[in-house]
Every structure is written in structure tokens, then in C-alpha cells.
């Protein structure tokens, strides 16, 4: 079936430098894409979306580009900081009433 | 409260019994949705509510597991003759409308099945 899933399980990044989480879906009739990050014991947090319309949208400190040639997502994280630190999911959804299809997730480990 | 609330925050069950897990979501969000997460492991769509109704229960494991809606408001997902394989972190999120992209989760409800 059609499923959203992550390149890599494990990003250590080192303190102050920029992160890069990939993602790739398969799922071309999605509407929106969405990033949340997970701290542990925590609910996922809603951190940007993207619609299938845009290729690239930026937050604070994040920025999220879109490529549906090759079906491709990611996440850019600025100057990373110790908060940083969790497990980011990307997720799909179509417009209006839907579930949101989670991909596996990544963790990111940020180093002093 | 502010946000979306969950009960019990954990729970520790015998194999064979049923357990029921709440969910109180942020007051008017009309879209409710159950995710269960695995240690480790991403989130693996249960069922979600539009109002009262719920248009998507594909995600349900087994004819065990159930949820339902009341009022608008609080949920309820009820699995009955747990198995250990059960045994996960059961999510409950809300948002305002279905084509709201920020889902607000609880914590969750920790569920261990000896």
C-alpha cells in the first residue's frame, strides 16, 4: 500500500551546525505534508506543513522543501540546538477530513 | 485544561482483560483521532472521529479493539482481551477542523499487557 517513510533512522548533528531529515512518500494524491517533532514522553508537536502546491516554505529557524518529481520531503533545521533533540516525523494528508499517514521517524541527536 | 488529556497515563493489565483508555481533546475541536506507537517505532493510524461519527476505522488491529465518541467530546478506545502484542503507547490528538494540519496530541496512555 501507499506509505510515507524516512531515509535515515539516526542524524547526529553537532551543536551550532544545520539538519537535514529526509523523508520520501509514495502517496502523489496527498494535499498536505507535515513535520512534527516528538520529545521524549511526549505527543508528536506540530512544527510546519507544506501544501503539494509549494516546493519550499519557511518557518523560524526551519525550512521545508518539497519535491514531487521524485517524491521527496524535507526537513531543514537551522543552527542546531540542544532542544533540538527528538524524533521527527513527516506526515501526509489530503485536504479536508482525512487521516494523517505518519512516516517511521528519525531521531536527531545533537552534539556539543 | 488547555490541551488535549489522556487516562490513566499508564496502565498495567493481565493478558485476557479488557482495558478502556480515554481521551479528553481541546473543548470545540471538532476532529479527534487515535494513534498507536510502539517502543521505538512511528505512529500506526487507529481511527478517527468527525463529531460524533467516525468516517476512517481501517486502522483498527481486530474486531478487539473499538472507540467511540460522545457529546462531541470525550473519547473512549476499549480493547478487550488484551494481548501482550497490545502493549504500546495509545495517542489521542484533536484540531479545530478536518482540514486542519496541526494535530494536538496528549501524552498518551502507556499500556503494558502481562
Known amino acids: 500500500g501507499e506509505s510515507v517513510g524516512l531515509h535515515l533512522p539516526t542524524l547526529s548533528v553537532q551543536e551550532g551546525d544545520n539538519s537535514i531529515i529526509n523523508c520520501a512518500y509514495s502517496n502523489s494524491a496527498s494535499d498536505y505534508f507535515i513535520w512534527y517533532k516528538q520529545e521524549s514522553g511526549k505527543g508528536p508537536q506540530f512544527i510546519i506543513d507544506?501544501?503539494?502546491?509549494?516546493d519550499k516554505r519557511q518557518g523560524q529557524r526551519v525550512t521545508v522543501l518539497l519535491n514531487k518529481t521524485v517524491k521527496h520531503l524535507s526537513l531543514q533545521i537551522a543552527a542546531t540546538q540542544p532542544g533540538d533533540s527528538a524524533v521527527y516525523f513527516c506526515a501526509e494528508k489530503p485536504a479536508g477530513w482525512g487521516k494523517f499517514q505518519f512516516g517511521a521517524g528519525t531521531q536527531v541527536v545533537v552534539t556539543p | 485544561g488547555a490541551g488535549v488529556s489522556q487516562s490513566p497515563s499508564n496502565k498495567v493489565t493481565e493478558k485476557g482483560k479488557d482495558v478502556e483508555l480515554r481521551c479528553d481533546p481541546i473543548?470545540?475541536?471538532?476532529?479527534l483521532y487515535w494513534y498507536r506507537q510502539s517502543l521505538g517505532q512511528g505512529l500506526e493510524f487507529l481511527i478517527y472521529f468527525q463529531g460524533n461519527s467516525a468516517p476512517d476505522k481501517s486502522g483498527l488491529p481486530s474486531d478487539r479493539f473499538s472507540a467511540e465518541r460522545t457529546g462531541g467530546s470525550v473519547s473512549t478506545l476499549t480493547i478487550q482481551r488484551t494481548q501482550q502484542e497490545d502493549s504500546a503507547v495509545y495517542l489521542c490528538a484533536s484540531s479545530g477542523t478536518g482540514g486542519a494540519r496541526e494535530l494536538f496530541f496528549g501524552e498518551g496512555s502507556r499500556l503494558t499487557v502481562l
Open positions: 473543548s470545540g475541536h471538532t476532529a
Open positions: 507544506i501544501r503539494s502546491n509549494m
